[in-house]
């Protein structure tokens, strides 16, 4: 089974400037053990560069950003999955010359003890991709992908899991289906913090939210709570 250990994501007065663009605006949020936060928002407001300063994919500033005792400021971007956490990005980019089983594999470089193990549990998860362990990843389709892309970051044995817009070019059928495997990790403890323009997808798969707008949080409060504010069920829900 997929174990985890309590650690709290925290980050404090996050800012990502590019050039003279300030794109994040002093965020703050935790993310709490076995909890979803998710973070909606409209294109430009934010968010995908909110994930991408806490992987250290982009420069940053910020009071605290902590993965329990790990101070994630001071860690190299090629060494946060180490720490425990998993991201799968935008647009998914797994390997499409590899096959499945060669696409999670590369998932565990940075843990290799109990990979097949691992693997195993990913199949578990995903049986699709058991049934097409040997086909290769760009086969597969866009739903089927972005399973692997999931499987793949898993592979690590994190703590908290990262997915920026994870239902992007997907039928309603198939984010049904990613919605169902984040509440299937959820519930063996594992963290999300999860990135997404499918306001539905988000409050389903969320505990609490976040809305980004320019930069900043613009709403923060339990996921009921947003689905019900007049403002985001016209702007984010169409109601």
Same mark, same amino acid.
């Given at each position: 089974?997929?174990? #985890?250990?309590?650690?709290?994501?925290?980050?404090?007065?996050?800012?990502?400037?590019?050039?003279?663009?300030?794109?994040?605006?002093?965020?703050?949020? +935790?993310?709490?053990?076995?909890?979803?936060?998710?973070?909606?928002?409209?294109?430009?407001?934010?968010?995908?560069? +909110?994930?991408?300063?806490?992987?250290?994919?982009?420069?940053?500033?910020? +009071?605290?950003?902590?993965?329990?005792?790990?101070?994630?400021?001071?860690?190299?971007?090629?060494? @946060?999955?180490?720490?425990?956490?998993?991201?799968?990005?935008? !647009?998914?980019? #797994?390997?499409?010359?590899?096959?499945?089983?060669?696409?999670?594999?590369?998932?565990?470089?940075?843990?290799?003890?109990?990979?097949?193990?691992?693997?195993?549990?990913?199949?578990?998860?995903?049986?699709?991709?058991?049934?097409?362990?040997?086909?290769?990843?760009?086969?597969?389709?866009? !739903?089927?992908?972005?399973?692997?892309?999931?499987?793949?970051?898993?592979?690590? !044995?994190?703590?908290?899991?990262?997915?920026?817009?994870?239902?992007?070019?997907?039928?309603?059928?198939? @984010?049904?289906?990613?919605?169902?495997?984040?509440?299937?990790?959820?519930?063996?403890?594992?963290?999300? $913090? $999860?990135?997404?323009?499918?306001?539905?997808?988000?409050?389903?798969?969320?505990?609490?939210?976040? @809305?980004?707008?320019?930069?900043?949080?613009? $709403?923060? !409060?339990?996921?009921?709570?947003?689905?019900?504010?007049?403002?985001?069920?016209?702007?984010?829900?169409?109601?």
């Amino acid at each position: 089974m997929i174990t #985890v250990a309590p650690r709290p994501l925290v980050v404090e007065d996050l800012r990502v400037r590019y050039g003279g663009v300030l794109a994040v605006d002093g965020v703050s949020f +935790t993310v709490e053990p076995g909890r979803c936060l998710g973070i909606i928002g409209a294109n430009g407001a934010g968010k995908t560069s +909110t994930l991408k300063a806490v992987m250290g994919l982009v420069s940053r500033s910020c +009071t605290g950003m902590k993965l329990g005792d790990v101070d994630l400021a001071r860690v190299r971007a090629r060494d @946060v999955v180490r720490h425990g956490i998993g991201y799968v990005p935008e !647009g998914r980019h #797994v390997f499409g010359g590899l096959t499945v089983a060669t696409n999670l594999e590369l998932g565990a470089y940075s843990r290799r003890s109990g990979l097949r193990e691992r693997q195993e549990e990913v199949y578990e998860l995903f049986p699709v991709l058991a049934e097409m362990r040997r086909r290769l990843a760009g086969a597969l389709s866009g !739903g089927q992908q972005q399973m692997l892309a999931i499987g793949r970051a898993l592979m690590s !044995g994190p703590d908290l899991l990262i997915l920026d817009e994870p239902s992007m070019g997907l039928s309603p059928k198939l @984010v049904g289906q990613v919605l169902e495997s984040l509440l299937a990790l959820r519930e063996r403890g594992l963290s999300v $913090l $999860l990135v997404e323009q499918n306001a539905w997808l988000t409050f389903e798969a969320s505990d609490t939210c976040l @809305v980004m707008e320019n930069g900043t949080v613009a $709403l923060a !409060g339990s996921a009921g709570e947003l689905r019900h504010d007049e403002r985001v069920r016209r702007i984010y829900l169409g109601l």
